[in-house]
Nanobody, 122 residues
Framework: VQLQASGGGLVQSGDSLRLSCAAS????????MHWFRQVPGKEREFVAG????????YYKNSVKGRFTISRDNTKNTVTLEMNSLKPEETAVYYC????????????????WGQGTLVTVSS
């Protein structure tokens, strides 16, 4: 199983960034996909999730209206479009997969990628 996240980088406050995650080694179209983020010393927190079909999306309250999660089941990819980024959203962003749906707790996920660093300067 591989989840390869990419697209992180250094941006300024208010800028946009697009993260992608390429999946392989499991039946991607059967899994709920997620983006979590983590800063040193804190737990990994849920950012966004999308159901296996792509019909249902879920977001952390603070990112609603600014972030959009989407998936392409023909390419086995999940994307997170992030707009109006804030310095406090600096973190390592991880994509993850759950065979049982979309969950808000990291312990419920089956697979994780290696993460991509997003740094938002003020």
């Amino acid at each position: 199983v591989q989840l390869q996240a990419s697209g992180g980088g250094l941006v300024q406050s208010g800028d946009s960034l697009r993260l992608s995650c390429a999946a392989s080694g499991f039946r991607f179209k059967d899994y709920g996909m997620h983006w979590f983020r983590q800063v040193p010393g804190k737990e990994r927190e849920f950012v966004a999730g999308i159901s296996w079909s792509g019909i249902n999306q879920y977001y952390k309250n603070s990112v609603k209206g600014r972030f959009t999660i989407s998936r392409d089941n023909t390419k086995n990819t999940v994307t997170l479009e992030m707009n109006s980024l804030k310095p406090e959203e600096t973190a390592v962003y991880y994509c993850g997969a759950s065979g049982a749906g979309v969950y808000y707790k990291e312990s419920e996920l089956d697979y994780w990628g290696q993460g991509t660093l997003v740094t938002v300067s003020s």
